[in-house]
């Protein structure tokens, strides 16, 4: 083997020049999870209200000084998303959950078996945590702001009129906003 070669070979190997290229590079940044909630400067609105935008598939936990907690959601499918001004009155843990008679007359075959209705768990479709919306009048909207395990639907409208969020992210929204707060729906 002459030097040439040698110089050749080595270089395809890494071996030359290798350790002063990798020093001199830096690593390409890493692109933000856009399922990560974040904190986001926010204007025009009351700290301790929640906020659903449809349009950027977005809930905001309004924070003091202009700042809110910016998390991923999913709204309900077309026909089924309504906007409005509500209270949360109740929050469960694991909560149990039932179809509404609407939800079972439109797709008999997915929710027939569940009229009677569901324990709380892992496999249930109100997830981790569930806030319920009121109106101001007290009556149950049958809305709620609730978890899932279904990360493929957030981002889209794939509900049956209720938010969807990860459960991490509602188990922390959960924690955060108390009895009696406001909860805006706005329009799409």
Request: include cysteine; proline fraction near 9%.
């Amino acid at each position: 083997m002459n030097r040439r070669s040698f110089l050749l070979n080595a270089a395809a190997a890494g071996l030359i020049g290798g350790p002063a290229l990798a020093q001199g590079t830096k690593p390409a940044p890493a692109e933000p999870d856009p399922l990560a909630p974040r904190i986001v400067r926010i204007r025009n609105v009351e700290p301790g209200d929640v906020h659903v935008v449809p349009r950027d598939f977005a809930l905001y936990w309004t924070l003091p000084e202009g700042r809110a907690i910016r998390y991923p959601v999913s709204i309900g499918r077309d026909g089924l998303y309504d906007s409005g001004v509500f209270r949360i009155d109740v929050k469960k843990e694991w909560p149990s959950w039932r179809p509404t008679d609407e939800m079972i007359a439109r797709q008999p075959h997915l929710y027939k078996k569940y009229e009677d209705g569901m324990p709380g768990g892992p496999d249930n479709p109100l997830g981790a945590r569930a806030l319920y919306l009121f109106t101001f009048g007290g009556a149950d909207s049958m809305l709620r702001i609730h978890g899932t395990n279904d990360q493929a639907s957030i981002g889209q409208r794939a509900s049956n009129g209720c938010v969807r969020m990860l459960n991490a992210h509602v188990i922390h929204l959960y924690e955060q906003v108390p009895l009696g707060s406001r909860a805006i729906l706005h329009a799409v």
